[in-house]
């Protein structure tokens, strides 16, 4: 089993002061029992205090060291973890606005189109508990991108359940899916730039071999939510 170096860095961190902690206290039993042979009975007893005290401090130092590198450890995989769901969902958004909502045309909408409602979250609800060790402006912006993905789903829902209406009102719920489409891209871009995930480019280019349709677009998964993202903007979508 492959063990991750930062996890091996850690551990050899915490073996390391364990040791310091034993050789201090080896050293103290070393001097009380030199400090006995010659018979300074006051002499060792306050060796014997300052070596229990300098024992102490390292243990607390390893301990406290052990649960600041776990943590650590936690935010790093949730941060990873975020990302990975936020750009699947975010591909997929891309994908579905290419094809069909970007040129809806005059294609009637269809009970069928249930199909496109977003996955429901998996990481956001099972990490919720640990959401609070993000910087602010993280929790912001992932917040604010779940947020726009379950109004997209509301407005999906609310149009493949009633697909038989005028055709003003299909046009309007049309244009309605293809703003909320449009609103994730800036918040998830935000996300995905603060999450800073190392090697993110192999999170972004499996993403994109999910859904065909982004495939139609110049450039990468990115370049793609970029150039979304600054649609959305300029047509004053928020």
């Not at 060796?47 to 590198?69: K, M, R």
């Not at 982004?214 to 998964?221: A, S, V």
């Amino acid at each position: 089993m492959t063990v991750n170096p930062a996890t091996r860095s850690h551990r050899q961190h915490l073996i390391l002061l364990i040791a310091l902690a034993c050789l201090a206290g080896a050293l103290t039993a070393g001097a009380m029992m030199t400090s006995l042979a010659i018979g300074g009975s006051v002499s060792s007893g306050l060796i014997g205090l300052i070596g229990t005290l300098v024992g102490s401090g390292i243990s607390f130092g390893a301990v406290t060291f052990h649960d600041n590198q776990r943590l650590k450890q936690e935010i790093k995989a949730m941060r990873a973890s975020l990302y990975a769901e936020i750009i699947d969902r975010v591909a997929r958004c891309a994908n579905d606005y290419i094809d069909p909502w970007r040129d809806w045309g005059t294609r009637k909408i269809v009970s069928d189109d249930a199909k496109f409602l977003p996955s429901f979250p998996l990481v956001l609800p099972a990490v919720a508990a640990k959401l609070g060790l993000l910087d602010a402006e993280i929790l912001l912006a992932v917040t604010q991108f779940y947020f726009r993905l379950s109004v997209l789903r509301d407005a999906i829902e609310l149009v493949s359940e009633d697909p038989n209406t005028s055709e003003e009102i299909r046009s309007q719920r049309v244009e309605m899916v293809q703003r909320r489409l449009l609103s994730c891209f800036g918040p998830a871009l935000r996300s995905l730039k603060l999450l800073d995930v190392p090697r993110w480019k192999q999170f972004d280019s499996e993403a994109a071999k999910v859904y065909p349709h982004l495939k139609k677009e110049l450039g990468d998964l990115r370049e793609i939510l970029e150039r979304f993202a600054a649609l959305a903007e300029k047509e004053n979508i928020n």
